[in-house]
């Protein structure tokens, strides 16, 4: 089977969840025998790490004033690319047109804006995948109050909930990230529905990264430091801030906050550092985006995975990983949604006010360094290998063997 | 029984005679170790340890004799505590010149009394091999400069954690803190991240007026931390005795002039000196007197002086002198007029109080820790204002019978405080606080 993937971001380097989670269904599909296309529609400006795939569209330069006014809507303009840019609307269609897929997979409902007329002319239907990553609309919401006018704001998410159900409603098959997320799909009308939870992978490192972490991070024996990794999405900053902050000065002179990953970018302008910024940088250390080895390196050495996280949909791909380590993870019962019954793993510390959570974070960074081991069993359960092979084709359970046909029109 | 011990880092780094904070460890523990239950020791910042002193290295070291004073140089200087100023030899302390005296006397029959402990002294990173354990029961007293050592807030929080002792730690003052615009780039965040420190390792904090007292309170709810006990130990402002006043080597030293005593830098508010003299000198360029500013070079200094050096209207009504030994500053203070001290913060504020020691009149700007010095013996400006200033000069200069009453009610009613006093409270608090 032919499969295409499309995505509003590329897929390497994997940084953020949404990345992770799209490679490991791509893989997925190739694990079932699936020849699978992955099509980026993206703005490289933000992804410079990033190469420009063979298989991409990249928005012009009226998207990029839009997004550049309103830069919080990026993802709904960037969905709207073929809709608004005639050029891109033939690049598109020339792409489907010639991968003729059996099945079209769109990662996030933005992208059905420009899909929903074209996937109708061509010759060949597809099936539609719906690849769920969190309610969207109600996500979006609290950052398009923060940073739109209250009109355009409602208006804003108005437009992403129609896309969402109208997609759920046109699409064959829906995936959702938790049963909860299942449940609104199903009340949205959606055919069938298939939860694949969000798993992760423990990212490899060698002695190297560990040895020069370990120096940089611990040049003390009695260092002690709590781990926080998160990309530079404001909602997951402001969980650190809350749960962590906004004053850092609890913790002792021998502990430190690591932070790591696009939200480096966001703490100039963040409480944490806000009074006292030389006493908070004094227990604050921000590593800034790292590789996949050097993340490797700081799950495995830090004292405990912070996951201060109060926000959100969807589950939360940092959560699995942390289970994936034998390090303390200190959470908030929130970042175990879809995972709630590992809340009782080994090493689990769940702390829901800011209060209990600084005070638990002190006396695990005070205590003797301890790990945990966690069992096998557990590992199948979070590492995407083990499962998403398994769910995809259970959604895809439906289809004839042969020539799968889309019900959709 | 405990151990009183007493950190001399400062002591081990200063290169040259004692003064600011290094004058404070020197004098304080001088005092404080002639009890038998007191010990030094100096912290190594590479090891992240306490290393024991024999009490003779820091009592006695061999201390190089000033240089000639330089005018406007600054090999010689006063103030300027962060700014390491050299300054020249003290040793006046009664009781620690008697004691220096017998040690003088019976160096030679111990030699190694002298010589082991130079030569430890000699390796500049030198460093004495043993490690300080801290016992239970023991006080680690730290006095100086401890923001200077690299990591000593998370290793004395380390052996504290291991060993269960107490700290007690003077805080000079937190302006870097509140203020870091005074300071260079960086010094200010760094001094942040100390005085974080500082307070989680103390048991008890000791500060030099109620100002710094209040200041650390400040930081610390700031910081959401519970704030040790602080006791409040006033310093020393006992004039230093010299063998014979001599006039500063520099020719352009007016018969009648105003002294500021204070490092030469912004926090000081030279700035706002100038403006007063500038209106003064529009006033009357012949009644208004020179103003002779002697301290060391500090911070974000090089553009006023640079101003004062260049601006014909000044024509050496303001001289900066930035090499000056004790015999020329006890010169200085005894023939000027009297003295003003424009500071914008302090922490304490010592030439206010060195001032007023020596019976003349001070005009200071009112804010901080001023007014507890100076009381009702000091007028008071907005360290904002130059015609306050201005204003208060002028009165001072025009006015001799006002200044003549003021010099004799600072005579009658001002209290001077010995190293001994100063000495004594420190040992107060330490038992009131942390009995051993």
Known sequence: ?409 | MGTLWIDVTDLKRWKGPRTGIPRVVSQISTHLLTDARAKPCIFDETAGVFRPLEAAEILFPDVPAAPAPAPGGSAVVRGGGRLKALFPAELRDPLRDLIFAAYRTLRGLFAFLKAFPHKMFAKSAGRPTDTLSFQKGDVLLALGSTWGSRGYGEAVWRLKQAQGFRVAHFIHDLIPVRFPHFFGPGFGEAFQAWALDALWISDLLITNSERSAADVRDVATELDLRCPPIEIVRLADEPTKVEASQRPKHPEIAKDFVLCVGTLEVRKNPELAYQAWKLLLELSEAETPQLVWVGSEGWLSHDWRYKVQQDPAIRGKILWLGGVSDEELDWLYSHCLFTIYPSLYEGWGLPVAESLARGKYVVTAGNSSMPEIGGALADYHSPWKAEELASLVARAIVDTDYRQAKEAEIRDAYRTTSWADCAERVRTALDGHLPR
């Open chain 1, 1 to 409: 089977m032919k499969v295409l993937v499309l995505g509003t971001f590329p897929l390497e380097p994997a940084r953020h969840g949404g990345q992770l989670r799209v490679r490991a269904l791509v893989e997925a599909h190739r694990q079932l025998g699936h020849e699978v296309h992955y099509l980026a529609v993206f703005c490289p400006q933000f992804y410079l790490d990033s190469p420009v795939p063979p298989l991409a569209l990249t928005p012009g330069e009226a998207t990029l004033a839009r997004i550049a006014q309103e830069p919080c809507l990026e993802d709904v303009f960037i969905g709207e690319i073929a809709a608004r840019e005639p050029a891109q609307r033939a690049k598109l269609l020339r792409h489907l047109e010639e991968l003729s897929p059996d099945l079209v997979q769109i990662e996030q409902p933005y992208l059905w804006a420009s899909l929903r007329d074209l996937l109708p002319s061509l010759k060949k239907k597809p099936t539609l995948v719906y690849s769920s990553h969190n309610v969207e609309h109600a996500m979006k919401g609290a950052v398009y109050t923060r940073d739109l006018s209250p009109e355009r704001a409602q208006a804003a998410q108005g437009q992403v909930e129609e896309l969402e159900r109208d997609l759920t409603q046109k699409a064959d098959v829906a995936l959702a990230v938790t049963e909860a997320e299942a449940e609104t799909l199903r009340s949205w009308g959606a055919a069938r529905v298939q939860v694949v939870i969000n798993g992760a992978t423990l990212p490899s490192t060698n002695e190297a990264a560990l040895q020069s972490w370990r120096e940089c991070l611990r040049p003390t024996p009695d260092r002690r430091w709590g781990f926080f990794v998160s990309s530079a999405h404001r909602p997951n900053l402001a969980g650190a801030e809350k749960f962590l902050g906004p004053k850092l000065g609890y913790l002792a002179p021998n502990q430190r906050v690591v932070f790591a990953g696009g939200v480096c970018s966001l703490l100039a302008s963040s409480p944490l550092l806000a009074a006292l910024p030389g006493a908070a940088r004094a227990r604050l250390t921000a590593v800034g985006a790292v590789d996949d080895e050097a993340l490797g390196a700081l799950l495995r050495l830090t004292d405990v995975i912070v996951l201060p996280i109060s926000a959100g949909a969807g589950s939360n791909l940092k959560t699995a990983q942390a289970l994936l380590t034998d390090r303390p993870v200190l959470a908030t019962s929130f970042a175990f949604r879809g995972f709630e019954e590992l809340q009782t793993a080994p090493g689990v510390f769940i702390a829901d006010t800011p209060e209990e959570f600084r005070k638990k974070l002190g006396e695990v960074l005070a205590a003797p360094s301890t790990t945990y081991p966690r069992s096998a069993e557990l590992h199948a359960k979070l590492l995407w290998e083990k499962f998403a092979p398994q769910k995809l084709g259970e959604a895809l359970s439906f289809l004839p063997s042969s020539t799968p046909a889309s019900s959709y029109h």
